[in-house]
């Protein structure tokens, strides 16, 4: 084992995590599994088979991603999200309060922007995720982006991605992208351990009790079977209890990719950063252009778009 991985296994995060007015117990945190993406890309898949997820170290260049992150938030100083006179590499969040409503358009005009598409899409990025899929990449039109607040209650419920993607092929493979660092304080993605698992055997179920539906009920029962059914939850620490698992989270740093499948059950704490970082990431979806798509996702992201 590398010392970066018995690093992770011994650390406590500064702060306890935390979402949705919940604490989760020490004992059911863990830590993802570094990995480095020099040991090649079957090894990579074998990995992210077996665990659900792969959290490839310093796939990109960091300078590149910490360039990203300052042309981010120029464009959104204007609204008074960001403190001013600050590095806007930093990502400093002001003191008082912002525009959120200006913040929610520029934020919109970014996610269509030559810039961000242009970050999605690099070489190097796009490269890997042929390799990684044995085939032809696609890269949905879709993406989002998105920064929260140090001290905001903002937290990402517990979910898997297929429920959002029922239009078309189960073979598809999330980017979630820190755009810069983000320890476990700042609010990055956890994972539940072994929970796409869990995914497959609640697609079972909901397969074999819901009987003949058009494609349109299926994807939209589907949702509220997600949302009903009890399996997910924004109670972490129970999800945590009833499952007998952990909730696996990170230190991130600029460059690194995470890849999951579209199984894996996971959700973001509260950004508790002292330094008043915001934190900034992007979630990108991939699938072998011969596979069906769902067409839901050839638009661009919108905040009301219901996805």
Request: aromatic share 10%; proline share 5%; charged share 25%.
């Amino acid at each position: 084992m590398s010392i970066a991985a018995e690093v992770m296994k011994v650390r406590k995060p500064e702060f306890p995590l935390a979402a949705h007015g919940k604490t989760l117990a020490a004992e059911r945190i863990g830590w993802l599994t570094p990995t480095d993406p020099a040991i090649g890309v079957d090894a990579i898949r074998r990995r992210y088979q077996d665990d659900g997820y792969v959290w490839l170290k310093g796939l990109l260049a960091r300078a590149d991603v910490i360039d990203f992150r300052r042309w981010v938030f120029e464009h959104l100083a204007e609204t008074g999200l960001i403190d001013p006179g600050s590095d806007f590499s930093l990502g400093i969040g002001s003191a008082g309060g912002f525009d959120r409503s200006l913040a929610d358009r520029r934020l919109m005009s970014l996610v269509r922007s030559a810039a961000y598409e242009g970050f999605c899409a690099q070489p190097p990025l796009a490269r890997f995720m042929d390799d990684f899929l044995q085939g032809i990449s696609y890269l949905h039109k879709r993406k989002l982006m998105r920064f929260i607040q140090p001290g905001s209650p903002t937290a990402t419920p517990a979910h898997y991605d297929l429920v959002y993607l029922r239009g078309g092929t189960s073979r598809l493979v999330t980017a979630w992208i820190p755009i810069g660092d983000i320890p476990t304080e700042m609010g990055g993605l956890v994972y539940l351990e072994g929970s796409h698992a869990l995914g497959v055997k609640m697609e079972a179920e909901f397969r074999a009790t819901s009987g003949d539906l058009s494609p349109e009920e299926r994807i939209n029962a589907y949702n509220s079977h997600m949302a009903e059914g009890g399996w997910v939850s924004k109670d972490l620490p129970d999800m945590a209890e009833r499952f007998d698992t952990r909730w696996l989270a990170a230190d991130y740093e600029a460059g690194d990719v995470v890849l999951h499948s579209p199984y894996m059950i996971h959700a973001s704490t509260t950004n508790q950063d002292r330094s008043r970082r915001l934190r900034l990431s992007t979630d990108i979806r991939y699938q072998n252009v011969d596979d069906e798509i769902d067409v839901r996702w050839n638009n661009h992201w919108s905040l009301g778009d219901m996805l």
